[in-house]
């Protein structure tokens, strides 16, 4: 992993077309590395959640070239690595597992080192069911669901509505839980975390702690995906 946080940290200070030319064979060769850590967090993840297994490099990962098109950053290369697996693929709208490494020079994504389970969008409907799901099963959820994750997740909050819904109560213990759209729970990591031995491994230990909310939350999306299929 230390190769891959160089390359980074070089191409952050250094995000031009001209110099990514001059290092197109580093970024192979640690292209090479990110892809072998995917490959074995696909087998491992695998091991305990089956819609993860039949997974493909391209089915959960994505390109270093920035969409520079609507955004006022026109620097041309993403600092980070980032994997999604999720059941169908990342573009699925499935909850799944996010593990990503940034240049690592803030504590902000994507700068960030991080672990993430859910997803970030998901379909109205989708939205709705689960702040009713939560709201009518919140000691089930609180006790067996979030109950069971690694404390180094914690709920994130980032781009929740600023009030809870009129129809929940504020004073709820469920009541944040109701401002979100995106269902999604976050850990960051360091350095030190990427230098361990069997990465992957460690990985997967920690997601599989949140695979119960991974399978709750699907539980809502496969619910409307049926529905507007039928």
């Given at each position: 992993m230390k190769?891959?946080?160089?390359?980074?940290?070089?191409l952050e200070k250094?995000?031009?077309?001209?110099?990514?030319?001059t290092n197109k064979e580093r970024y192979q060769e640690v292209l090479k590395k990110w892809n072998a850590l995917c490959e074995s967090l696909i087998t491992e993840i695998g091991r305990f959640d089956k819609d993860i297994a039949p997974l493909t490099?391209?089915?959960?990962?994505?390109?270093?070239y920035r969409d520079t098109r609507f955004s006022?950053?026109?620097?041309?290369?993403?600092?980070?690595?980032?994997?999604?697996?999720?059941?169908?693929g990342k573009k699925s709208m499935h909850a799944g597992y996010y593990f990503h490494i940034g240049a690592g020079n803030s504590s902000e994504y994507p700068h960030a080192h991080m672990l993430a389970s859910g997803n970030y969008c998901y379909d109205n409907k989708a939205i709705k069911i689960l702040h009713e799901d939560i709201s009518d099963e919140w000691e089930t959820?609180?006790?067996?669901?979030?109950?069971?994750?690694?404390?180094?997740?914690?709920?994130?909050?980032?781009?929740?509505?600023k009030r809870v819904p009129r129809e929940y109560d504020p004073n709820a213990p469920y009541a944040d839980w109701m401002r979100m759209k995106s269902f999604c729970l976050t850990a960051e990591t360091d350095d030190n975390f990427l230098l361990e031995e069997n990465l992957a491994q460690r990985v997967a230990e920690l997601f599989k702690t949140t695979k119960p909310f991974i399978d709750?939350?699907?539980?809502?999306?496969?619910?409307?995906?049926?529905?507007?299929?039928?």
């Open positions: 190769e891959i946080l160089d390359f980074l940290r070089d250094n995000n031009n077309r001209k110099w990514f030319s490099i391209k089915d959960c990962t994505y390109r270093i006022k950053d026109k620097s041309p290369y993403k600092t980070h690595f980032g994997v999604f697996l999720a059941k169908g959820f609180s006790t067996s669901i979030l109950g069971k994750v690694n404390s180094l997740f914690s709920p994130d909050m980032e781009g929740a509505l709750y939350i699907n539980r809502a999306v496969d619910y409307v995906k049926k529905e507007m299929e039928g």
